[in-house]
């Protein structure tokens, strides 16, 4: 495994053996997000899927999902934050 800079932390640490997520994101997750950032977005996901109720199966949940996990690890763009008025909807 490689010694890679995290993105989000800004730490040097040990990256991942492999993506941990597929596609084109997760070759970025793999060369610039350490194994303690992805935890910490797998629990902001999850927060994120039982506030909003989202479907995982649902295409416009997880394109959902992705545009927060790119800002969440990348600060590409605007997270959403958990916004009680929502709950059980989501938007784009």
């Known amino acids: 495994m490689a010694e890679i800079k995290c993105q989000k932390c800004g730490e040097t ?3 991942f053996e492999r ?5 084109a994101i997760g070759a970025r997750v793999l060369e610039g997000t350490c194994p303690d950032c992805w935890q910490l977005w797998l ?16 295409p ?9 996990m790119d800002a969440f690890l990348f600060r590409g763009g605007q997270l ?12 784009h």
């Open 13 to 15: 640490k040990t990256g």
């Open 60 to 68: 416009q949940a997880r394109q959902f999902l992705t545009r927060n």
């Open 43 to 58: 629990k902001q996901q999850t927060m994120l899927i039982n506030h909003y109720g989202l479907n995982v199966m649902d």
């Open 80 to 91: 959403d934050e958990v916004d009680t008025s929502k709950q059980g909807t989501i938007a």
């Open 19 to 23: 993506p941990p997520f597929p596609g």
